[in-house]
């Protein structure tokens, strides 16, 4: 594999425009040379699509995947995903400008298959979580990433880094699964031989 490898991140989302863009905008903002990545947008079925994307966004190639589920959506961004490595983010992330150069850096520089990041639950307000928030974010351990890889063996995709290969050896997310299919398949991938590290940046 190259020593700057390419990288293919991918980015499921359902309505959440304003979100979107601002994840979008962050990608194009990052430090990791712009001709080694692609930027791959999969409409989950949005039932408000953003308008007009591809005008501000011309480098992202825009996908639709119209069964529900975030997985399904993530298995059709990997079918037309040409990256050596692939990075996947939620359309509520805003990455910082390091993201894929420090997870590129980390994946090349240890003995992971699969990384996993920090993964900080913010809200576009800038206001305090509600109940709600609060309950998601407990329940699915969205703010401890790092006990979830280190206790548990398990990552969530918000912040998830891994050779392409890795899929081709192991298989796709299971698009029958409507929670913790990142988990199961993470799981499936260490259990077939790979390494699982927290990257702390």
């Known amino acids: 594999m190259n020593a ?3 990288v293919s991140v991918i980015i499921p989302f359902f309505n959440q425009a304003v979100l979107l863009r601002k994840c979008l905008a962050a990608l194009e903002k990052q430090t990791y040379p712009r001709e080694l990545v692609q930027i791959i947008a999969v409409d989950n079925g949005s039932t ?7 005008l501000d966004f011309p480098r992202v190639l825009w996908l639709s995947e119209s069964r529900p589920g975030s997985y399904g959506a993530r298995n059709r961004g990997l079918s037309h995903a040409t990256g050596e490595l692939v990075a996947f983010t939620d359309s509520d992330c805003v990455p910082s400008p390091t993201w ?7 994946l090349m520089n240890s003995s992971a298959t699969v990384a996993g990041g920090r993964i900080d639950y913010i809200t ?5 979580l509600n109940i709600y928030e609060i309950f998601e ?9 790092k006990d979830l890889i ?5 990552a969530a995709t918000a912040n998830l880094i891994t050779h392409r290969a890795v899929f081709e050896r192991v298989g796709n997310f299971n698009e029958s699964l409507k929670s ?14 790979g390494s699982l590290r927290y990257a702390s940046k």
Request: charged share 35%.
């Open 100 to 106: 894929i150069e420090e997870g590129v850096r980390f």
């Open 48 to 54: 408000v699509p953003p308008k007009e994307p591809h």
């Open 4 to 6: 700057t490898p390419t």
């Open 150 to 154: 280190e206790d548990k063996c398990v």
């Open 124 to 128: 576009p307000e800038n206001r305090e």
């Open 180 to 193: 913790h299919g990142d988990g199961e398949w993470v799981r499936r991938a260490v259990h077939s031989g």
């Open 137 to 145: 974010a407990r329940m699915y351990s969205l703010d401890r990433q």
